[in-house]
Every structure is written in C-alpha cells, then in structure tokens.
C-alpha cells in the first residue's frame, strides 16, 4: 500500500523537479520579457534620434531656401533701386517715366524683399534675428534714398551727392546681409 500511495500523491523527487522547471520557465519568460522590452526601448529611441535628425534637416533646407532668396531678392531691390534713383535724378525723364519705373520695376522688387525679409524673420534663429534687423533697417534706408525725390524729381538736388550717399546705403546694407548670411551659414549646411 505504500506504493500506492507514493504513486497517487506522486513521489516527493518529481516536486523539486517540477517547481525547478515552473521556476526556470518563468526565470525564461521574465528574461525574454526584459530583453523584449529593452529592444523595444532601443528601437524607440533610436526612432525617436532618426525623426529629430530628419527634422533637423527639413529645417535646414528651409532656412538655406530662405537665405538664398532673401539674397537674391536683395540683388533685385538693390538694382531697381538704383534704376529708381537713376530715373529720379535725370532731369530728362518726367514724371511719369518715375511713376512706371517705381510701380513696374522698384514696387515689386520691394514687396519681393519684404517677403523673403518676412521668411528669413520667421525660420531663423534668435541670434539671426537680431542681425537681420540691421539688415532690414539698411534695406529701408537704401529704399528711402531711392524714391526721396520719386514726387520732385532731379529739380534743385546735388545729383553726384545724392548718388555716392545712395552708394554707401547700398554697400552698408550689402555688408550686413553678408555678415548675416556668413553668421547662419551654420545653420543651413
């Protein structure tokens, strides 16, 4: 009878076997837990360093695009300036000669400036903001010389005077831009 016994309740060496394997079983599947749970970890950070390098770089790609165009609409505004100004102080060209030449050719290239001014404002950093304003500030200025005598005309102006300040404010004003755009040029490569 004891043999019965031993076989119903079953024999007292299978109870460590059995609490051994319950107990390695569950030893497997904490560790597999772990390990997936780490690689998960891994994989979202890893992610999550792909999308701030990704986002990085479309910020970049914005800010060159803007530099480049506030460059080349500074080149604009500065030629229709000129051609402003030029129109303004030859005595030949009459007022409507000035009127088609700041609405058709300086009014634009104003309104292009002043976008690509806006743009650049809004896409740098706070260090280029503040030496943007310098720029913006020079622009206005180049702007004011060229359509000072827009109403008059050449009638009673020094025009060689009027001409080397104009000049100045123009090389004023392209310094600060490349100042500017050599300071962010970080940014954008």
């Known amino acids: 009878m004891a043999e019965k016994k031993d076989r119903a309740g079953g024999s007292t060496d299978e109870r460590p076997n059995r609490r051994g394997t319950t107990s390695a079983v569950l030893a497997g599947a904490l560790i597999g837990a772990l390990a997936g749970l780490a690689g998960s970890t891994l994989a979202y950070f890893e992610a999550k360093d792909t999308h701030r390098a990704e986002s990085a770089a479309r910020r970049a790609d914005i800010r060159r695009a803007a530099y480049v165009d506030l460059s080349a609409s500074t080149d604009r505004y500065v030629q229709q300036a000129t051609q402003m100004l030029n129109v303004s102080l030859d005595p030949a060209k009459s007022a409507e000669d000035r009127r088609r030449q700041f609405e058709d050719k300086y009014a634009p290239a104003n309104t292009d400036l002043s976008r690509a001014y806006t743009t650049v404002r809004l896409v740098t950093t706070r260090d280029g903001r503040r030496d943007l304003e310098k720029v ?54």
Do not use: P
């Open 136 to 189: 913006g500030a020079l622009s206005a200025r180049v702007g004011k010389l060229a359509t000072d005598r827009y109403d008059r005309g050449a009638a009673g102006v020094d025009a060689k005077k009027a001409g080397v300040e104009f000049t100045e404010a123009v090389e004023r004003q392209l310094a600060a831009l490349q100042t500017f755009l050599d300071r962010v040029a970080g940014e954008a490569l």
